[in-house]
């Protein structure tokens, strides 16, 4: 505590303390406009089905655009060699204990791809709904996940994570006969945190709803990168 | 868990102040935590000590001031505390019951001053 015998020069400001991590993301953008890379902020929880759909995104996109995966995990590289099987680059970042990744670390990961090498780089964030939603990655856009079983709660438990994403992508969309799941009540949900949100309704395992998803990507892809 | 990264990034922050200042050591740091932030201000102060070893912050003190979550109804325009007009976990507007917002105050976790010891 401060006590009576201590004196202070009391300097008053105003940051955020997201101020410094803030400035190094918007850097990071900056050079990614410069270098014609897209960068995709991917989150979801634990079991969503991340590295799933990326494997079937990267499919779909792997003859038309260069692709990179940055797979965030807290120590493991189980994801980034599901993902090197597809052939695209993979390179896995272990945050050491972290549960977000910050604008620093995805670009120390960027420079090890080497720089104007690829069109596109996904960011596979750490598994969880809260803290990465805080930390700017430097990211183009970012998306989230939701799949069927997690519960159609989740906007209403996590409301920061609907509100700064740009894309919510509900997974696992076959398994809705199985589940108490409201797409409808998500949609609500999702929408009234973030008016601009876009939802796509998906299924890796049978491919519905990946196609929309996958022509938004691209068109991201292509606006940020000046491709026509 | 995600407290460490936020107290690492007080520090940053107030490390970089500190150089500014020329303060060589800090008394005190205030920060301001919105309850819509995420941010668990107990785990915050728990953690500072960990985080400040060493720094310039090491033995400062850390102050919490707590940021209310105001929001503005699009339906009324009235502003209400988003905590207090939960229903069913969703926020409903006291003055017409409509349920779209916007949010005023409550996000931020800012650095709002610091203690610069003087020699």
Do not use: A, K, P, Q
């Given at each position: 505590m401060k006590t009576a015998t201590e004196q202070f020069k009391i300097i008053e400001l105003k940051e955020s303390v997201f101020e410094d991590n803030n400035r190094v993301a918007d850097k990071l953008r900056e050079r990614l406009k410069t270098e014609k890379t897209f960068l995709l902020n991917l989150m979801a929880s634990p079991g969503a089905g991340k590295t799933t759909l990326l494997v079937c995104t990267i499919e779909k996109l792997k003859s038309e655009l260069r692709i990179g995966v940055m797979e965030a995990d807290i120590d493991s590289s189980v994801d980034a060699r599901k993902i090197a099987d597809t052939g695209v680059r993979a390179i896995q970042l272990h945050t050491g204990g972290m549960c977000h990744l910050d604008a620093g670390m995805t670009e120390q990961g960027l420079n090890e791809f080497g720089s104007g090498e690829l069109d596109l780089v996904v960011l596979e964030n750490v598994g969880n709904l809260v803290c990465p939603a805080e930390f700017d990655t430097g990211s183009v856009k970012s998306a989230m996940i939701l799949s069927v079983p997690e519960g159609d709660d989740k906007p209403l438990k996590y409301p920061l994570m609907f509100s700064v994403v740009d894309a919510l992508v509900i997974s696992k969309i076959d398994c809705l006969p199985y589940f108490d799941f409201s797409v409808e009540a998500v949609r609500e949900r999702a929408k009234k945190l973030n008016p601009d949100i876009e939802i796509f309704e998906v299924s890796a395992k049978t491919g519905e709803g990946i196609d929309e998803w996958v022509k938004w990507l691209k068109k991201n892809v292509c606006d940020w990168n000046l491709i026509d | 868990m995600h407290e460490m990264g936020v107290v690492l990034n007080i520090i940053k922050t107030a490390e970089r102040l500190a150089v500014e200042n020329n303060a060589p050591k800090l008394g005190y740091v205030t920060v301001q935590v919105g309850?819509?932030?995420?941010?668990?201000p107990g785990y915050l102060s728990n953690l500072w000590p960990m985080g400040a070893e060493g720094t310039v912050c090491e033995g400062a003190e850390l102050i919490i001031e707590t940021v209310r979550g105001i929001v503005r109804c699009l339906s009324c325009e009235k502003e209400y505390h988003i905590m207090d007009n939960l229903v069913k976990d969703a926020p409903v507007c006291p003055h017409c019951q409509r349920e779209r917002f916007a949010v005023l105050t409550g996000r931020e976790v800012m650095i709002t001053e610091i203690g610069v010891l003087e020699q």
């Open positions: - | 309850e819509l932030s995420g941010v668990v």
